[in-house]
């Protein structure tokens, strides 16, 4: 069956990293684009950072631009979120997502969520 694991989340201090990793099986990861989204409590889902199935394209939010980078690795039928300059404010659950159109049909598949806490 299809599975998005995500792992990497954690507390971190303000100006401090994190690597997230979402692990694929169970479909044709490559066929995919993937996608990082994120929710705060009291908050509406947002999409984070996006990338194109064979990676050439990447997409970020403003809020994130120039400190998250999202990449991928079909090999490994893994997708990443390197975070940055963490802040406060990017506290969320971090979810991943796969989006794709096989034959005319779409597919959209979701992980359970690692939890980002940015505090100091």
């Known amino acids: 069956q299809v599975q998005l694991v995500e792992s990497g989340g954690g507390l971190v201090q303000p100006g401090g990293s994190l690597r997230l990793s979402c692990a694929a099986s169970?479909?044709?990861?490559?066929?995919?684009?993937m996608n990082w989204y994120r929710q705060a409590p009291g908050k509406e889902r947002e999409l984070v950072a996006a990338?194109?199935?064979?990676?050439?394209?990447?997409n970020y939010a403003d809020s994130v631009k120039g400190r998250f980078t999202i990449s991928r690795d079909n090999a490994e039928n893994t997708v990443y979120l390197r975070m940055d300059s963490l802040k406060p404010e990017d506290t969320a659950v971090y979810y991943c997502?796969?989006?794709?159109?096989?034959?005319?049909?779409?597919?959209?598949?979701w992980g359970q969520g690692t939890q980002v806490t940015v505090s100091s």
């Open positions: 169970g479909f044709t990861f490559s066929m995919y684009a």
């Open positions: 990338i194109t199935s064979a990676g050439g394209r990447t």
């Open positions: 997502n796969a989006k794709g159109t096989i034959f005319g049909k779409r597919y959209d598949y």
